[in-house]
């Protein structure tokens, strides 16, 4: 079974950058949809960022763009979440997804079914 799990959250200020990190492992799929979700306490998660980690085109919302990029790591299994000129606003849990399906066309509306446990980023002013 796919396992997802981040790293890379922390404390930083703002305008500052970090990355977050995804780990695929146990069966992975040499082609996927893989999104980086937010989440505040008490709201829903909401998708930020797409990969098809095979053609590598890529989704945004509009309030990251030109801020955060999604891209796929050198290394084997490997999704990042790049953040720059961070804001307070963005001090939430971050969360990545995968979604398996064959041949499926990647969006934030697929209904993505492995989760990781997700990792804290809080920012200060």
């Known amino acids: 079974q796919l396992k997802l799990v981040e790293s890379g959250g922390g404390s930083a200020q703002a305008g500052v950058s970090l990355r977050l990190s995804c780990v695929a492992s146990?069966?992975?799929?040499?082609?996927?949809?893989v999104a980086w979700f937010y989440q505040l306490p008490g709201k829903e998660r909401e998708a930020l960022a797409v990969?098809?980690?095979?053609?590598?085109?890529?989704q945004y919302v509009v309030f990251v763009e030109g801020r955060f990029s999604i891209k796929r790591a050198d290394a084997k299994n490997t999704i990042y979440l790049e953040m720059n000129t961070l804001k307070p606003e963005d001090t939430a849990t971050y969360v990545c997804?995968?979604?398996?399906?064959?041949?499926?066309?990647?969006?934030?509306?697929?209904?993505?079914?492995?989760w990781g446990q997700g990792t804290q980023v809080t920012v200060t002013s």
């Open positions: 990969i098809d980690t095979g053609t590598l085109n890529t």
């Open positions: 146990g069966f992975v799929p040499s082609r996927m949809c």
């Open positions: 997804a995968a979604h398996t399906g064959p041949r499926a066309r990647c969006s934030a509306r697929l209904g993505f079914t492995h």
